[in-house]
């Protein structure tokens, strides 16, 4: 929101350079509502709706080309093996979509500004995060988030992707894992050989 210059109420529009409150308005109603809307609009549709001149067009596809399409898979490794009090290895893999990298569009930032990423997984019936990582992303990235696992039993935790510099990119997947109960010592052992 502060490199934006935004509150979570707005458009995602409004990021978008030259987009007035009257463009932002003829957008949403034509249901035009993400930066990802504007980039699938057929270019006849975009400037009668926009209505720019060509100049403030170029801005535009500047920022759309500019703005991260990122595709996210992820993988808890050793799924059905999860014991409690064990680490849980959860691996990410990104990939953006676009080729264009380069510091953030945003005029009201006092000074350059990279893209960041936060991966967070959180647990939404307790409220609380479970494990978090920072990370910087160019075009390919494999990341490996690890915490603890909980008592035994179903748990529903949800993976988000969140950017730090753009406003209607973030990504979240529920997922849930399936804890069983912790090796007790005479399992562990040469015994179960």
């Given at each position: 929101?502060?490199?934006?210059?935004?509150?979570?109420?707005?458009?995602?529009?409004?990021?978008?350079?030259?987009?007035?409150?009257?463009?932002?308005?003829?957008?949403?109603?034509?249901?035009?509502?993400?930066?990802?809307?504007?980039?699938?609009?057929?270019?006849?549709?975009?400037?009668?709706?926009?209505?720019?001149?060509?100049?403030?067009?170029?801005?535009?596809?500047?920022?759309?080309?500019?703005?991260?399409?990122?595709?996210?898979?992820?993988?808890?490794?050793?799924?059905?093996?999860?014991?409690?009090?064990?680490?849980?290895?959860?691996?990410?893999?990104?990939?953006?979509?676009?080729?264009?990298?380069?510091?953030?569009?945003?005029?009201?930032?006092?000074?350059?500004?990279?893209?960041?990423?936060?991966?967070?997984?959180?647990?939404?019936?307790?409220?609380?995060?479970?494990?978090?990582?920072?990370?910087?992303?160019?075009?390919?990235?494999?990341?490996?988030?690890?915490?603890?696992?909980?008592?035994?039993?179903?748990?529903?935790?949800?993976?988000?992707?969140m950017s730090d510099?753009?406003?209607?990119?973030?990504?979240?997947?529920?997922?849930?894992?399936?804890?069983?109960?912790a090796d007790s010592d005479?399992?562990?052992?040469?015994?179960?050989?």
């Amino acid at each position: 929101m502060c490199t934006q210059a935004m509150w979570s109420k707005d458009s995602y529009l409004k990021q978008l350079p030259h987009f007035t409150p009257e463009i932002i308005k003829r957008c949403e109603e034509k249901e035009v509502t993400t930066v990802f809307d504007i980039m699938e609009l057929e270019d006849e549709d975009r400037n009668k709706l926009l209505q720019l001149d060509d100049k403030q067009m170029a801005d535009v596809a500047r920022f759309c080309n500019r703005y991260p399409n990122i595709e996210l898979t992820y993988e808890v490794t050793d799924k059905d093996r999860v014991r409690s009090g064990h680490p849980v290895h959860l691996v990410v893999s990104l990939e953006r979509e676009d080729d264009v990298v380069g510091p953030v569009i945003a005029p009201f930032f006092p000074q350059r500004r990279d893209e960041g990423w936060w991966l967070v997984v959180g647990d939404p019936k307790t409220n609380s995060l479970i494990s978090i990582k920072r990370l910087t992303l160019q075009q390919k990235a494999k990341v490996k988030l690890d915490f603890v696992a909980p008592s035994p039993g179903k748990h529903t935790y949800v993976l988000y992707f969140m950017s730090d510099s753009y406003m209607g990119c973030d990504q979240e997947y529920k997922f849930s894992l399936q804890v069983g109960e912790a090796d007790s010592d005479s399992e562990s052992g040469s015994d179960s050989d």
